[in-house]
Nanobody, 121 residues
Framework: QVQLVESGGGLVQAGGSLRLSCAAA????????MGWYRQAPGKQRELVAD???????NYADSVKGRFTISRDNAKNTVYLQMNSLKPEDTAVYYC???????????????WGQGTQVTVSS
């Protein structure tokens, strides 16, 4: 069972910064798109940003210019640098990855356990 291990959430004041990390098992045969989603109380889970294995990025309009997604392919790790945080960024942030655990496996979708980000006003 492939796991995504997240770290970096916490409590920060508005205007502050946080950096999230998410590592997939290095033994995975292939990791394609990696990304971050978030879910605020009473709302649907939404895409924050994602990045392909060749570095193409995609951002939600609400975070453009404030958040930066990056990845280290050698470590199967994705990062989310969050700057100029706002109270409306408060949510549980989930790491997401598409990939194949072995040469013989088809592509699968994996989710992290979630990490809480709270931005106080």
């Amino acid at each position: 069972q492939v796991q995504l291990v997240e770290s970096g959430g916490g409590l920060v004041q508005a205007g502050g910064s946080l950096r999230l990390s998410c590592a997939a098992a290095r033994s995975m045969f292939r990791v394609d798109v990696m990304g971050w989603y978030r879910q605020a109380p009473g709302k649907q889970r939404e895409l924050v940003a994602d990045i392909t294995s060749d570095g193409t990025t995609n951002y939600a309009d609400s975070v453009k210019g404030r958040f930066t997604i990056s990845r280290d392919n050698a470590k199967n790790t994705v990062y989310l640098q969050m700057n100029s945080l706002k109270p409306e960024d408060t949510a549980v942030y989930y790491c997401n990855a598409h990939g194949a655990p072995t040469f013989y496996s088809g592509s699968r979708v994996y989710w992290g356990q979630g990490t809480q980000v709270t931005v106080s006003s």
